[in-house]
């Protein structure tokens, strides 16, 4: 008789990955959880990372640490380059590999650029923390070039900030380099005007914020232009470059682009051979297993779950946990001998995006809530998520600090090769 305990290899220490650890923990289980990072990173606030309103250390967490308690759970930093469906093996980019019983899948998604790669190289997405801090180098040496740039065109390029995609980041994103630009630095250089800064948010679709109702996106769109923001609609990028873009019929002159346009899932698809849809998601049965493999669970941006009424669970942190919790519950049931198939059931709890330091929308579906009142309750709703009392209090008096002063205290410019 086997006294060796279930062994489950989860890959991802993202919401999901984390939240079925959390919740398989106690059970008669060996766990072996592996990333190709040393942190879990709270990914809804990393555009503040970018725009100089919070440090790394306090959106990310040693993913050690959090487990450290927990001693069925061994944690391994390591890259993963397939799956043996037949042996049961996940493979490491180092030759190694590690057998499981269980296999839960939480690995993410990643930036999709729609056919032109190429883009990256001048139009970073945000998805990492070095996706982060590389927007916020290039960010803050745009200005610092443009102090000592004397042609006026080129000033103008350097001042000028394009994100590309109209979803919750980018309109985070342009409402926050806004403020940063009119507010934070006006005063601060002596060969610009920072207030002269022309941020531009282009969506190619005919609103911005496309999953809220048409009037959190009017009213969206209006509380950006009140910041300064120009916003382009129904017009996609057919070009992005080193010296700038072009929309529609139009080239734009710029010199920082970020990329908030699209995303596509991790490989998983690739490591499983499985059936996946064009964005790359994994398509899962409706109890989160890979077909013909129910001892495969896959959960968050990697799968393609649906909803009831035929949606697909949207690719956000609450639908990650939930998706962990459900796959942990399944999987308490196997083990104790209950294999019945249980329906994951999505509970939608509302769609949330902020517009600067005084303004969000927020659309719970029977009613919404706009202006300040949403900016305090999306604050109270994102502080309430993060991990660890000490971070709640630090991004609490940050944002206090910002709401009341207007300064944006992590502006270091120091990683990366620097212009001289």
Not at 118 to 132: I, Q, S
Not at 166 to 174: F, I, K
Not at 207 to 235: H, M, N, Q
């Amino acid at each position: 008789m086997n006294s060796e305990p279930h062994h489950v290899v989860v890959v991802g220490a993202g919401f999901g990955g984390l939240e079925f650890v959390r919740a398989i923990a106690k059970a008669p289980v060996r766990v072996t959880l592996i990333d190709q990072r040393n942190h879990h990173l709270f990914q809804p606030l990393l555009y503040q990372v970018a725009t100089t309103s919070l440090a790394t250390s306090e959106v990310a967490w040693p993913i050690r640490h959090l487990v450290r308690n927990e001693q069925a759970v061994t944690t391994l930093l390591a890259t993963v380059k397939g799956i043996d469906k037949d042996t049961k093996r996940v493979l490491l980019a180092d030759g190694s590999d590690v057998a499981y019983d269980t296999l839960v899948l939480a690995t993410g998604a990643r930036h999709a650029y729609f056919g032109h790669d190429e883009w990256e190289e001048f139009a970073p997405g945000l998805k990492t923390l070095e996706d982060a801090t590389t927007i916020r180098r290039r960010m803050l040496l745009a200005f610092e070039q443009a102090e000592r740039e004397t042609d006026a065109a080129m000033r103008q390029a350097l001042l000028t900030f394009v994100i590309i995609g109209g979803g919750p980041t980018g309109v985070e994103l342009a409402g926050t380099i806004a403020e940063l630009a009119h507010a934070t630095l006006r005063g601060e250089f002596r060969n610009i005007d920072t207030r002269n800064t022309k941020v531009v948010l282009i969506e190619a679709g005919e609103r911005i914020l496309p999953v809220f109702r048409p009037d959190l996106s009017a009213y969206a769109k209006s509380a950006l232009e009140r910041l300064g923001v120009t916003v382009e609609l129904g017009r996609p990028v057919s070009a992005c470059d080193a010296e700038g873009v072009v929309f529609g019929d139009q080239r734009l002159a710029a010199r920082t682009i970020i990329w908030a346009a699209g995303v596509a899932a991790s490989p998983a698809a690739q490591w499983l051979g499985a059936e996946a849809d064009r964005a790359g998601r994994v398509v899962v049965e409706d109890d989160l297993t890979v077909p013909g493999h129910p001892e495969i669970f896959v959960v968050g941006d990697t799968a393609l779950a649906k909803r009831g009424d035929g949606r697909p669970v949207p690719g956000i942190a609450p639908a990650a946990k939930q998706a962990g919790r459900h796959v942990a519950a399944a999987l308490k049931s196997r083990l104790a001998g209950d294999n019945a198939r249980r329906p994951f059931v999505y509970k939608h709890q509302g769609d949330l995006a902020t517009i600067g330091k005084r303004a969000a929308v927020i659309d719970f579906g029977r009613f919404s809530v706009t202006g300040w009142l949403a900016w305090w309750l999306w604050g109270i709703a994102h502080i309430f998520f993060l991990i660890g009392l000490r971070n709640r209090i630090a991004v609490a008096l940050s944002w206090l600090w910002i709401y009341t002063t207007g300064q944006r205290s992590a502006r270091l410019i120091t990683q990366g090769r620097q212009s001289p």
